[in-house]
């Protein structure tokens, strides 16, 4: 019989006095714990123009480093610096709305918002509810654990996995994808409400692996300092496809974001970007496999991304 435990809100006392937990981090886990009220990012000055039409983009500032909130409260990341040169690309301005991942595909089906920035997971079930760009990134899920804890439990391959309690963010394809792999009866999850908690889970004793996207999770890794991890990479037998969205039906709109994605990709921008938020090697991994699965071949332009992002 399956186990799944919930650990939907832990407190920000509780989260705080985890090792490694900065401020930023306490940021992000506010963000998280507390139902905050939306507030509204103005779009940047190089792309607002009165002339241009605006679009208001929603996204959960709690998966850094593709969305974030930084030190003045605004939203920040590989995404929005992403759709903000997209927008220039195209001649459009944006709206940056920070809420909650809950109600995400509610605002945008109801029109009070236009725009769906994170890597969502394309996938059949989601393609009924919205229309998804063409993919922006092909990312990759990776289990953290403590040495220990793979040690004793005998984990040295993606496929010992289900020995482990394994937290991982509720309502996401990381939860679905493992569920897919070896079948919910097989898993014991902690369904948690960040992939940074399901990081501090594994910190905090409260789970024994936490699960996600590879980019977000070595984010957080790094952050804390001291703390050495164990990483297991999950086996895809096909590329994780990750794309925006709009509102379903909205064909005319997610075509304008294609052409966005494509230019930003062949001219260099998306590769600065990435190496600007995930690091020199993971991003130039990820502007690789995008490139890769686009059929663009520009690697003349990885040495010039580097120079701009350092």
Known sequence: MNKIIPILSLSAFTLFSIAGCDNKQQQETETVVQNTEAQSVESSSDTANPDWPTYVVATDPSNAPFELRNEQGTVDGFDVDLIKAIAKAE??????????????????????????IAPLTINAERDELVDFTIPYIYPTRTAYLLPETAAKLGINTYQDLPKAQIAAKKATTNISSLVDDFGEANLNLVPVDSQYLALTAVTSGQAQAGFGDTAVLQHHAREMNGVDFVTIEQTLNEPVKAGFAVQNGNT?????????????????????????????ELGNQIADRTQKYMGLNNSSQQSNAQEVAS
Not at 91 to 116: A, H, K, Y
């Open 252 to 280: 005319e709109l997610a075509e304008l974001l294609n052409k966005g994605i494509k230019t930003v990709v062949a001219d260099g921008t998306y590769r600065q970007l990435a190496i600007k938020w995930f690091g020199e």
């Open 91 to 116: 001649q459009f301005n944006v709206d940056v709305i920070p809420q909650p991942w809950s109600g995400v595909f509610q605002s945008l089906d109801s029109g009070e918002r236009d725009i769906l």
